[in-house]
């Protein structure tokens, strides 16, 4: 569903783009306020109807009782308190889902004033976090760091402590956008223009990777922020945070839509259903690495171009399979489900079979090490496992209900493939089999 709806919304945009350029006023705000309204009127037609959700222009409003600067869109959870006399609300920033700062156009000398609008929301003072962004931020540093978070937060390394800083600032304020209509007709100029704006920043007050946007985009790029929600590029190097990732080959208008059911789908507004049947997944371009340098803070270093000519539409995505594992994986993490925590074994302690069951978890990622007990942890979120007829043991993360799409493809059912038995904390839904032994 959300391939074929950003599908729909491209055209829109295209269409409705089409027609603001090609009228020729020359009054500065007016030009820019017929753009803020395509904008907001496209939003409104991305958000699932079923959720308490409005597309607004005004002001998000901090517990300290400041105030952004004024926001050309908002995504609202309820109703917000109107400004008198105009079209503009002010609303808590707690209810708001994602801001989107429009622009006509945008080159490297406007890109600093593209991001200044995104950062007012970012100084505004929240709530205490909701045990569910709590619960997000930890997931995320789970998927970027491939180990769980420790319970003692001191056991962190600093640069540990920076990353879990910026994804918890990510996940507890609303999603920040900049959507640009034109500039920047290539990804090389695009990310040219952008690692000029950060070289510029460095070292500076509102310089940090704490301060860029989630996302920034046009009709043809998207930059996305690696914050794990939903965009993850998992970190390898020491001090080394693959901060953002470029991509020309996608429709911008559906990653705009992933970024945003995402946060949906983690507020628990809606369910991983308007996710639909795609398995396509996105093939995207390391850009900026965020290099931690202890007492001095972050620099930045910037990963070399992708190539050009760039790559053919079949080349930039490829189909999402579940991990295949052995028979003795498969049991050791129904265990590991089935308990809070267990010491990782060693040859000494547990037969050979064991210890490898385990080792082959961890080199798979599906669980990792605590680092401050030793104990073991299943490092997806909603871990679903499946015995298959066919002799094989798969596992996928099914947060947004893709390994259920998996399964369901037409091919298992052509083949005459069944589950025998399904590994899962969550309820199931599995489409013309008889069913499963649930575990």
Request: hydrophobic share 40%; charged share 20%; net charge negative.
């Amino acid at each position: 569903m959300i391939k074929t709806v950003g599908e729909l919304l491209r055209a829109f945009l295209r269409i409705e783009q089409a027609k603001l350029d090609g009228m020729e006023l020359k009054h500065g705000l007016t030009i820019g306020a017929m753009y803020e309204g395509l904008t907001r009127s496209a939003l409104n037609q991305a958000i699932p109807s079923a959720a308490d959700l409005k597309v607004v222009t005004g002001f998000a409003w901090g517990t300290d009782g400041a105030l952004s600067d004024q926001l050309d869109a908002m995504l609202i959870v309820g109703d917000a308190e109107p400004v008198a006399y105009t079209s503009q609300v002010i609303c808590p920033v707690e209810r708001v889902v994602a801001v989107v700062e429009v622009k006509k156009s945008l080159y490297t000398s406007q890109v600093e004033e593209g991001f200044q609008n995104l950062h007012s929301v970012d100084r505004l003072e929240t709530a205490p976090m909701t045990d569910r962004q709590e619960e997000s931020s930890r997931q995320a540093y789970t998927q970027l760091f491939r180990i769980p978070v420790p319970q003692d937060l001191e056991k962190l390394s600093e640069f540990q402590k920076h990353v879990f800083h910026i994804v918890i600032n990510a996940l507890s304020r609303p999603v920040r956008i900049l959507l640009v209509y034109h500039g920047f007709r290539t990804e090389r100029t695009f990310r040219n223009g952008i690692a000029n704006y950060l070289e510029s920043t460095a070292g500076k007050p509102g310089g940090g990777p704490r301060w860029l946007p989630d996302l920034t985009l046009n009709s043809k790029i998207a930059m996305m922020k690696n914050t794990a929600s939903p965009w993850t590029c998992p970190i390898e190097e020491h001090d080394v945070y693959p901060l953002l990732m470029t991509t020309s080959q996608h429709n911008t208008a559906g990653i705009l839509l992933e970024t945003l059911w995402a946060r949906l789908l983690s507020m628990r507004l809606i369910d991983h259903h308007v996710f639909g049947t795609d398995l396509e997944m996105e093939v995207v371009h390391r850009f900026i690495d965020a290099q931690f340098l202890p007492g001095q803070g972050w620099g930045y270093r910037v990963a070399p171009d992708p190539p050009d000519p760039p790559l053919t539409t079949g080349d930039s995505v490829w189909a999402w399979v579940p991990e295949e594992i052995t028979q003795g994986a498969f049991s050791a993490l129904f265990t590991l489900m089935r308990s809070d925590a267990l010491k990782r074994p060693t040859v000494s302690e547990e037969p050979q079979a064991v210890t490898d069951a385990v080792d082959e978890l961890l080199r798979k990622h599906i669980v990792g090490v605590d680092p401050t007990d030793d104990t073991l942890h299943v490092l997806y979120t909603n871990p679903l496992g499946m015995s298959l007829s066919d002799g094989r043991f798969v596992v996928g993360e099914n947060t947004t209900g893709r390994m259920q799409r998996w399964f369901n493809q037409q091919e298992f059912r052509e083949k005459g493939v069944r589950v025998l038995i399904l590994l899962t904390d969550q309820p199931v839904r599995l489409s013309g089999v008889h069913p499963p032994q649930v575990l």
